[in-house]
């Protein structure tokens, strides 16, 4: 996968080349990350690429030429064009999926009071935001984009488990974990996670997901597809338990 970068401060990036997972990524030829500085393109001898907005208002908008002529330098008939905005969809793991299926993505990182209109008419593909709430700009927004997509591609994980287990890759919030010492502060991790019985650490794990997710994010519940799976599973315990009793 390529993705390219539209920003106004490249420098924001460079830590990606050297962080954790993307950084492998990135040294393996998995993926391929490159920063435009929209600034590059600006027609003005100053390099300046905003303006005050029409009918007036406090702050700047980036104007139109610069971002432009910016996309039209790395877009190709594959390209997908995202900009990072508080009016987009909101970013859920199936769209990380989903997204983790382009060849290229260019992500527009937008800054000041936000960009020319005209831009998302002409050129952008969708709106993505990771959130109802404002940032500054879009760095911060497209490097969560790039995470939560990353790690999807095949290769950039050692298993599929690694993110097939984790928090809303099935719907549901992630089971609990625990590692040494058996017991913290008079904690003693479950009897069951010690027992070497795959099978029923497995519906263990189930089950705790399933509450974890009713506690924390009952939400979630709705959208679970795979529910009637987990309540055919109560069922057969609480069966258990009465014949036990």
Do not use: C
Not at 150 to 165: A, D, Q, T, Y
Not at 180 to 198: C, N
Not at 219 to 234: A, G, H, M, P
Request: aromatic letters at 8%; a negative charge.
């Amino acid at each position: 996968m390529k993705i390219d970068i539209l920003t106004l401060f490249p420098e924001v990036f460079d830590f990606l080349y050297n962080y954790s997972i993307v950084g492998r990524a990135i040294t393996n030829g998995i993926i391929n990350i490159n920063t435009t500085n929209i600034r590059d393109y600006s027609n003005n001898k100053h390099n300046k690429v905003d303006d005050y907005p029409f009918g007036g208002g406090k702050g700047m908008v980036i104007k139109p030429e610069p971002l432009a002529a910016a996309i039209k330098a790395q877009r190709t008939a594959s390209s997908k064009i995202i900009y990072m905005s508080p009016q987009g969809q909101l970013l859920t793991q199936n769209k990380a999926k989903e997204l983790s299926q382009e060849s290229h993505i260019i992500l527009l990182a937008g800054h000041y009071e936000g960009i020319d209109n005209r831009i998302i008419e002409n050129y952008v593909d969708e709106e993505i935001s990771i959130g109802d709430y404002v940032l500054t700009g879009g760095e911060i927004p497209v490097m969560v984009l790039i995470e939560s997509i990353i790690r999807l591609i095949p290769g950039v994980l050692s298993s599929n488990e690694s993110f097939e287990v984790e928090s809303h890759y099935n719907g549901l919030l992630e089971y609990p974990q625990y590692t040494r010492p058996r017991i913290f502060e008079k904690k003693k991790v479950p009897e069951i996670l010690l027992s070497g019985d795959h099978a029923k650490i497995e519906q263990w794990r189930k089950l705790k997901s399933l509450k974890t997710t009713l506690e924390k994010r009952p939400d979630l519940i709705s959208k679970y597809t795979n529910l009637n799976n987990e309540l055919e599973l109560l069922d057969y315990l609480i069966e258990r338990i009465s014949k036990e009793s």
